[in-house]
T-cell receptor, first 117, second 114 residues
Framework: DAGITQSPRHKVTETGTPVTLRCHQTENHRYMYWYRQDPGHGLRLIHYSYGVKDTDKGEVSDGYSVSRSKTEDFLLTLESATSSQTSVYFCAISEHRVGQDLRQPQHFGDGTRLSIL | AQSVTQLGSHVSVSEGALVLLRCNYS??????LFWYVQYPNQGLQLLLKYTSAATLVKGINGFEAEFKKSETSFHLTKPSAHMSDAAEYFCAVSSYNQGGKLIFGQGTELSVKP
């Protein structure tokens, strides 16, 4: 199994509070992704990173920010959590050796279940 | 634009019966396709991938999928279902945008009856 650790695994917080989720990998993969999973929607991309300090938006990025100061860590921050951000969040990594190699699969962490009351 | 459609949000089979989970894709460029499985409270695990080398792809746990360009399909099959196959299954296509993100279908929950 790919070495991906997400923390925390579960979190309950209140509307308006900041929340940071962490993804840590031991595979030295260049690409890292944050997805959210909601019933009826499958998984949708929030943000991704293609290297240290190199990040970009996904399709549902509003209300989220990310940072990647080291190859192994990718942080997702909800600056002011809202109830609509209650979801299960997954981190994924992918080894694109040269540029963007779409043949490489993504490997997923076990997820963070976030509830915002 | 690329998209994936999984037909049937719930599929129920008897143990030992054929498993068929349907996936159709839409892509204006050659697609790279994946099937993932998700067990309760776990992440997604790669079952198999199609990257244009062979149209019939074999994966883990006895699953396989056939890429049919004429039908824009990538259906997942297993000859004989086992109780441990009960899970949610996702079909996905690699996007040419946004870092090669995966575009997922809505998922199919497979139940296996004894």
């Amino acid at each position: 199994d790919a070495g991906i650790t997400q923390s925390p695994r579960h979190k309950v917080t209140e509307t308006g509070t900041p929340v940071t989720l962490r993804c840590h990998q031991t595979e030295n993969h260049r690409y890292m992704y944050w997805y959210r999973q909601d019933p009826g929607h499958g998984l949708r991309l929030i943000h991704y990173s293609y290297g240290v300090k190199d990040t970009d938006k996904g399709e549902v990025s509003d209300g989220y920010s990310v940072s990647r100061s080291k190859t192994e860590d990718f942080l997702l921050t909800l600056e002011s959590a809202t109830s609509s951000q209650t979801s299960v969040y997954f981190c994924a990594i992918s080894e694109h050796r040269v540029g963007q190699d779409l043949r490489q699969p993504q490997h997923f962490g076990d997820g963070t279940r976030l509830s915002i009351l | 634009a690329q998209s994936v459609t999984q037909l049937g949000s719930h599929v129920s089979v008897s143990e030992g019966a054929l498993v068929l989970l349907r996936c159709n894709y839409s892509s204006s460029v050659p697609p790279y396709l994946f099937w993932y499985v998700q067990y309760p409270n776990q992440g997604l695990q790669l079952l198999l991938k199609y990257t244009s080398a062979a149209t019939l792809v074999k994966g883990i746990n006895g699953f396989e999928a056939e890429f049919k360009k004429s039908e824009t399909s990538f259906h997942l099959t297993k000859p004989s279902a086992h109780m441990s196959d009960a899970a949610e299954y996702f079909c996905a296509v690699s996007s040419y945008n946004q870092g090669g993100k995966l575009i997922f279908g809505q998922g199919t929950e497979l139940s296996v009856k004894p």
